[in-house]
């Protein structure tokens, strides 16, 4: 594989660039692999990327229905954080997000990781002690994060309106080290990672089938064949369910629609995302300077990517009274997501009644932040049957009533 | 016994509708089988009306019957004769399974009038209010942009619209910058 | 964004008067019943790419429950019904074979 | 050089002058130019810098699909960013400054990119600033990010007003061309309720210049009878300046309507935001014509073919004196017979085409306009501005013939049908060889909520080539657009003119076999700098999707979202993957088809109407007298009330003491009330509350807890039985709605046969919660009633009149005094509290907030929704068993107690916590418990759910759940700090005052 570097964009620049190799092989399916992962999706890419490299797994297929990173790796809002309140939570999105730090050396592929920092904005008194209870926990959990005055809010955001008629900033909980990567970059850094290694990502191969034999996996029925396989990893987001049911049984998730929009770009004015719950909206500033907004999701089960208007204009609305200034702004583009919703709004990442069969599903709106760190968990789940980021989302806790419960920070999982 | 005060206190705005609190109203919420015979003569004999029709509203001197749900209607009547009318449906339905109850208070009740009536309120409820759609009798209960709220039509073109108390100012402010000089959409009226 | 005819009222409105409740026509298993029994209950949605059979509360005008036969994936409505009965009504259920042959009521996997 | 014709200009008022300024510079323009035709008419040819290289950039188009010319629009406060010169009107004082250069539009520093660019390729930043890491963010990215963006966002806040407009209609139709006025008139004569909305301030579209007839008249007079005809139908609405912005689920429409942008400071709201309801959407939204892709193609100058006519046309603004015009199709010669007939100069006409042109080449010729056939352009000439052309061989690789001088280039590459509204919703689209488009597919069109289809495609933006066919798809559109609405089309399409054309042929580089040096000189997004070389690229290097390669090069995502780049763009990637356009396929359409402003989706929500905020009645009082709010829900209740400087926390500490000593009032009327009556109640009760409810006797209240079925916690509040059949239901202020939904939920769709009727009465009453141990002193002096210990003891209640309003008295107490709930009609709400307040004059009676009433419960140990629980929690957390009645088979939420994890020993418990220095135990802190867990966190074996400044006891009290904390008590436990530092709590009994109750049993 061709070592990226500014040396070499020069070398290839007096080629006229002629020389670039292909950043990820485009193969044939083979008749068999060790391992399938289903869904070419930052989680699926990922989670064969450390099969690969921390268990030299790499007989391994990734099969993928449309193109790789095209379902909701490349329609999110790229936020990279890991203020979460429950220790479970907690702990898969820190190492999460440590991962993400160092991941375009990783690659040596700029994923163009940007610690710039989160504010979650505490809007109500008990906002502000569901916050002081995070930052307490998050203490504990080896996460770094304050609860900061208005006063530091404002500095660190100088646009932030702090005393809105409706809901003042009381404060918010800050964590520095959190912020944004370029999401189309994170699938295609682990594809080309995953490629060099010698697996084989296969797309626009729909699964339509999955073969099993005495409750055990053996394969899947593809439009490109069928292929078997001694383990399957399910790693579709919003089509989980779907695939389950080919798998046999039921899952404790319903698919929503979510909605983002930016705006047009404009010269930077805003180093750092904010996240203001109570009014439902979220901004941060791409480096092409698009004012990146994401707010709530629709209110019932939806495949299509596409959103109710209702819900872009409840967040604008919200993120007008906060930032004054993005008023005469303009709405460039709107779009939606399949996001897989849990009975706890935490993820599942775990065994299933079929042998040989994992599924990786539920991040809701999360997911995006959890890529590295679910594919580092959920890689160990399959390669040696547990994983201690894993065991806590487990099937079984909705039989047992141990819920993973964000929401009761007021820290809406986005 | 003090006076009683209704949320916007006669509030009132001129633009291209008029938007006035129409003050202090008796308002009843009768529960019940609305098809029952002992209902309608419950009814008839507190106001002296009938049941509407699914979404209408019967008007009469000082007087309505909303319908409001297959089971539940809105009496208005004069603020005063409230518990007098309350005694009177409570003794009428004696034995049925029923509920009234006094939400005179509970509400805020306004007017929307002028020829920019229906464009005012058009730029905050999702309701087809065009003369064709939308006529006189005719009662609709809707979203006024983040509230609850319920209207009907009278002949001379007056909306007369209900809202939780509690969001009085919200509602008339609402109404108000409805009305603004200048927004006229020159669709209806 | 949605249109919903309520049944209760009769009102064709937007989406944003509705309130969607989640799966319809669950058993409610209370004291008594499995773990298994009551996690169904409770959490193995049917979340169907199709048909879905759901609750939906008129929150912003009669304040009435009633279900619809909705496609997840076209947002088709094949209609609504009260929410007092067990079951889709047969004119539902013919409306749905019709636009989708084959189909058949609780045919989930 | 650009300039103004006297002659021409049907829209442009000659006689009248406005004056505006560009960067500074004051210029002239006419009423009825566009800002871009005004600047033009004042040779201002460079009027931007592009994205990544700063070229220099010049107006390209005419209309929406301008890529290039955004300035920033306005001042102060009315300041925006990249607004499109081509869709701005031009008004008297507009002021507007070019963006994306430093120091200046003519000399921009940034430009060193442009000599860089062969070091810059499509995605260059992923394969460059990997090393050092920190780089990234602290020197790199903050690099990239000052020079990528446009504008800049200076305003502090709009002034203007903005609404929304809810409208109804069984047509819309999209776009005011002829064929958008000739649907309409289709679906309006069929008895349609019909909407036609045009972006523009102008009816008719392009066809006014490109001329014709239809019904035998002119065209531009046939549209000006069509629109007389149109006003005079009452089943028709038209808006000009109203942009089809989108088209949502189900007959959803947007239609984004520039009311005041060219009457700045006027009256009326700025934009209206209509949300369309229609049973059919006709898309008349036209086309798009087609850059080519040769060398220079960026160049300040060259323009589409079709823009060039635009401006002679209807502004009468000359774009050069010498116009070479480049094309691969007959509407381009168009463009050079009007120059030439405006005596403008056409050196050549290029024609990529062996074949050449029919009856306009024709027509061009005998104007003596030279002619090249199977020619094209190799490369423009000029820096800013266009100096010539290098003429080559389109077969060839670019080999010069000869060059030639111009000021001007018109190009055509073909035209694509704006096709954005069709696909919004899912409408699909198939491949036109003949014109090399994609158009709507017929048989695959969006579906509606019956499963319909619901929009229509007309005209040219169905693919209609000229005239006739035009009006009459339009024609067939409208009418069947109105027979799905149930009404009977009559009548036929007008006759129109028909036009012989040569087919185009489809160029999509110029030279065919152009070098890598001419390629990468050949844009195709200009705006984002992105050319033919870049997207060859991507392809080689896998980026195979049409999303991967346009995220990966950029292509189509700047601000015009490749209106003119997508088509030209995804066929160079064809090529490059060497298989036909279609298999390629397109991006995904998303709305809006132009920007639209952000403020137009907030519409009337800013400022005081932003969000609704709850009133009680005493609220006025509350803000009359210095009250410090807090929202809570859509309420806003005091928090406390502080005198003259008085800190929020002095306050508090005075408002219980006085609480403590002898009397204050608490407005309590945001607590949820909710009558529950029927046969049927008492049953209901049970299975709603963990309590047995109904054995409650009438004129006695029980404290009762509510869980979801789930089994947590969900709300708790006082029932009061008001008869046999009746309850009086208290819930939390956030509970009032949700509870009477929950209720309403499991009697409609669960037990709809019992008889059980409720109703939400929360705001029917004023409710005011009197407290201390002069309370029921307070209320005696304003009534006769009895209200002795005797008469009402605690846990009772009763009518009586109070201050001559009737009410009802509960003798309950939540802070643990002797106190009293009166609750009265809202409208007299204000009057019962001036009458206590002035009755409990002499006992110093002051209103307390709030924070004085939780403090007050903490001190008794009382549990409060959403701290001691927090969705997570169930009632045998909190030790209240005692309220979870063991006689009855079912209540909401049982069952889910029994599972493992609820039953489980193991869960933490609700204790009281007081620290050993006495001090303030940190909100929501942890105790933790030795070592780490498997993923190396610290154990912890409870945490703080309320913490407080008890000034009663003068130290700090909190409640806490910990591991077998009942157990436990006595034992200390450490509570780290978040900055450092640890608390030290014992675990002691919750109530930390009046353990038995006497203070409030007097």
Redesign the interface.
Known sequence: MKHYSAFAVAREALRYHMGWERAWASPEPKKKYDVIIVGAGGHGLATAYYLGKNFGITNVAILEKGWLGGGNTGRNTTIIRSNYLQDPSAAIYEKSRSLYETLSQDFNYNIMYSPRGVIMLAQTEHEVRGYQRTAHANALQGVTTEFISPARVKEIVPIINLDGPRYPVLGGLWQARAGTARHDAVAWGYARACSAMGMDIIQKCEVTGISRDRGKVTGVTTNRGDIACDKLGLVVAGHSGHLADMAGFRLPIESVALQALVSEPIKPCMDCVVMANTVHGYMSQSDKGEMVIGGGTDGYNNYTQRGSFHHAEETVRALVETFPMVARLKMLRQWGGIVDVTGDRSPILSKTPVDGIFINCGWGTGGFKAIPGSGWGFAELMAKGHSPLCDEFGLDRFYQGRFIDESVAAGVAH | MSEAITPLNGARFEGLATIEDAGLTGMITLRGDLSSKEVKAAVQNAVGLDIPAQRQALSGQGTAVLWMSPDELLLMCPYAEVAQIIAALEGALKGQHFLVANVSDARTFLHVSGPGARETVAKLCPVDLSEAAFTPGMFRRTRMAQVPAAFWLDEAGTFHLICFRSVADYAFNLLKTSALPGGGVGVYG | MLILTCPCCGVTGEETEFHQGGEAHLKRHGPGASDDEFHTYMFAKENPKGVHFERWRHNNGCGKWFHAARDTVTLEVYGTYPAQTLEPPQDIRDAITAKRPGWTWRDFA | MSTRLAKTGRLVDHSRAIEFTFNGKRLKGHPGDTLASALLANDQMLVGRS?KYHRPRGIVASGAEEPNALVGLGEGT?????QRVTTTELFDGLTCISQNHWPSLDFDIGAVNTHLS??L?AG????????P?PF??HVY??F???S???????????PD?Y??????CDVLVVGGGVAGLQAALAAAEAGS?VMLIEQTAHWGGRSPVDGGEVDGQPVAEWVDATIAKLQGMPNV?LRNRCMGA?V?????A?GYERVADHTPG????RH?LW?I?AGQIVTATGAIERPLSFAGNDVPGVMLASAIRDYAVDFGVSIGDRTVVVTNNDDAYRTAITLKQLGLEIPVILDARQSGGGALADEARALGIRVENGKGIAKVKGGKRVTGVAICAQAGEGAVLEEIACDAVAMSGGWSPVVHLWSH??GKLIWDEASAHFRPDPDQPP?????EGFVIPAGAANGAGDLASVVSDAHAAGQAAAKAMGHKPKGKAPKASTSEEAPMQPVWLMPQGAG??LR?KSWLDYQNDVKV?DVQ?AA??????V??AK??T?LG?A?D?GKLSNINGLAILSDALNQPIPQTGTT?F???YT?????S?????????????????MHGWHEANGADF???G??RRP?CFPKGEEGRHEAVNREIKQTRASLALLDASTLGKI?V???DAGRFMDVLYTNMMSTLKPGRCRYGLMCN???FLMDDGVVARLDEETFLVHTTTGGAESIH?HM??WL???W?DW?V???N?????AQVGVAGPNSRKVIEKLTEDDISADALTFMGWTEITV???PARVFRISFAGELSFELSV????G???WD?LLEAGEEYGVMPYGTEAMHVMRAEKGFIMI??ET???VIPQDLNMDWAISKKK??YLG???Q?????ADPNRWKLVGLETLEGEVL?????A?APGT??????N?QG?VTSTYHSPTLGRGIAMGLVHHGPDRMGEVLEF????GGIVKAKIVDQVFYDKDGEKQNV
Request: glycine content about 10%.
């Open positions: 994205f009315r300041f925006e960013p990249n062969r070091f390729p260059f930043y992923y394969k460059m600033f990997i090393h890491r990234w963010k990215e903050p990239i990010r000052q990528a963006g446009l504008g800049k966002a200076s305003n502090p806040g709009d007003r609404e929304h407009f809810y409208y109804f309720k609405t989108g949502y689920d189900q007959g959803y947007l006027s009256d009326a709201p209206r949300r309801r919703c899912g579906k509606g909520a019956k499963g890598i040096k990468m070389s690229l080689r290097e896998g980026y195979e999707s999303e991967h995220r990966y950029t995502m601000t979202q995904t998303r709305p809006p920007p639209i402003s952000l403020s989706i907030a519409g009337e929500a800013k400022g005081e109407i932003f969000q609704p905020i709850r009133k009680t009645p807090e929202p809570v859509q309420w928090y009558i009556k029927g046969p079925e789930n089994g939904g309403e939920d409609q769709c669960e709809w008889k009727y409720t109703a009465v929360t705001e029917q009453y201050a001559g309003i009609p809202a409208s007299h204000r009057a019962l009458a959403g701290d927090d969705g997570t088979d079912d049982k069952r889910a029994e599972r493992e994890h609820m940190p909100d929501g802190a942890y933790t867990n498997a993923n190396g966190q610290r912890t945490r780290p700090k978040v900055d």
